[in-house]
């Protein structure tokens, strides 16, 4: 069965600082691999995938996040942070395998960046 | 350009009554997704529609969940006998399907349906 992993609940972060928020998974196929946001009362907003090719994705807002196969994990990372980065973060993952539309989230991790 | 939009926002009915959610993809999206995010949790799949079929309805936890896209655009989820426990966010999300990007394009999501039963 797929599955996806945060295993931090919550990121402190100082602005200017890089950030990273961890994600790893657990797949029978090929993964395809998803960052979303969401800031408060908001729906959320797709920032990059991993489908294949460059293990480096580079996504919206200054986030990328990189594709390790051996350690099946799909870290967040942002060179220097921002407050209003400040949100809740979700890694998702479809198994290449699986349904179209079968997403799995994990539970999220919650970014804040301090002044 | 307009998002998926969701209606009602917020949603407050008593123990054992139906409800009805609407979902609004975007306008030419093929491929509609309902999910359900509980406080503190991501999002769980219920429903996936390629155009006006339920192409994988394994997410819906029993049979008071039913959905239907009757013409290939908007949504209807509808929860017979309402529970407490059906009290979540209700998501409903979209993406453009093409033989081109293998459907594993990114889905847009709308803002949600917050359904509060008492």
């Known amino acids: 069965a797929q599955s996806v992993a945060q295993p931090e609940d919550q990121v402190n972060v100082a602005e200017g600082n890089p950030l990273t928020v961890k994600c790893t998974y657990s797949?029978?196929?090929?993964?395809?691999l998803f960052w979303y946001v969401q800031y408060p009362n908001r729906g959320l907003q797709f920032l990059l995938k991993?489908?294949?090719?460059?293990?480096l994705v580079k996504g919206s807002y200054g986030f990328e996040a990189e594709f390790n196969k051996s350690q099946t994990s799909f870290h967040l990372k942002k060179p220097s942070a921002l407050v209003s980065d400040s949100a809740l973060y979700f890694c998702a993952v479809r198994d290449s395998r699986g349904s179209q539309g079968n997403l799995i989230f994990g539970k999220g991790t919650k970014l804040s960046v301090k002044p | 350009g307009a998002g998926v939009s969701q209606t009602p926002s917020n949603k407050v009915t008593e123990k054992g009554k139906y409800v009805e959610l609407r979902c609004d993809p975007i306008?030419?999206?093929?491929?509609l997704y309902w999910y359900r995010q509980s406080l503190g949790q991501g999002p769980e799949f219920l429903i996936y529609?390629?155009?006006?079929?339920?192409?994988?309805d394994s997410g819906l936890p029993n049979d008071r969940f039913f959905a239907v896209r009757p013409e290939g655009s908007v949504s209807t989820l509808k929860i017979q006998r309402t529970e407490r426990g059906d009290s979540a966010v209700y998501l409903c999300?979209?993406?453009?399907?093409?033989?081109?990007?293998?459907?594993?394009?990114?889905?847009?999501f709308g803002p949600g349906t917050r359904l509060t039963v008492l």
């Open positions: 529609f390629q155009g006006t079929g339920a192409a994988d």
């Open positions: 797949v029978s196929g090929n993964p395809y």
């Open positions: 991993y489908i294949t090719g460059d293990n």
């Open positions: 999300a979209s993406s453009l399907i093409s033989a081109a990007t293998s459907g594993v394009n990114e889905q847009f």
């Open positions: 306008s030419g999206h093929t491929a």
